[in-house]
């Protein structure tokens, strides 16, 4: 796969009595570091919070775990490994919040030209459980 890479992520949060969706494509850069795949890429914050802020997110895909790393007006690291939870601290322009993340299902899928990472889990807030989410992120060689 090329340096210069497409990213695309679609998320879906099951709340009790809706569905959230969210989608976020970006152009990002990927290197395969130690027998790890890492994609960095600027995802721009909501207008009303933090107008013209961008969060600069780095991604780490290795065979049983994925990372994902936030930093700037947003901030947080968020491990997704099968069957084990993860608590961070999520920080926004409103104040920070405790992010408990448990893997259901982790799939990736690699193959010259793009990898396809697919997630199931568990989400808390403030050890507070609030919803099962999906999380799709597809990594696309760009094309010239």
């Not at 409103?94 to 992010?99: A, K, S, T």
Request: glycine share 4%; net charge negative; with cysteine.
């Amino acid at each position: 796969m090329t340096k210069e890479v497409i990213v695309s992520i679609a998320g879906l949060q099951y709340e009790t009595e809706q569905e959230e969706a969210i989608e976020v494509i970006s152009l990002g850069e990927y290197y395969f570091r130690n027998g790890k795949h890492f994609v960095l890429y600027d995802e721009l914050l909501d207008q009303e919070s933090a107008p013209d802020k961008t969060v600069r997110c780095t991604l780490k895909i290795s065979k049983n775990q994925v990372e994902l790393t936030k930093k700037g007006e947003a901030a947080s690291h968020m491990v997704f490994e099968l069957g084990k939870s993860h608590m961070n601290y999520y920080t926004t322009p409103y104040g920070d919040l405790m992010i408990g993340v448990t893997t259901k299902s982790i799939d990736i899928v690699e193959n010259e030209k793009e990898i396809i990472v697919e997630l199931f889990y568990a989400l808390d807030i403030n050890y507070q459980y609030v919803s099962e989410c999906n999380l799709k992120v597809k990594i696309t060689e760009r094309e010239r």
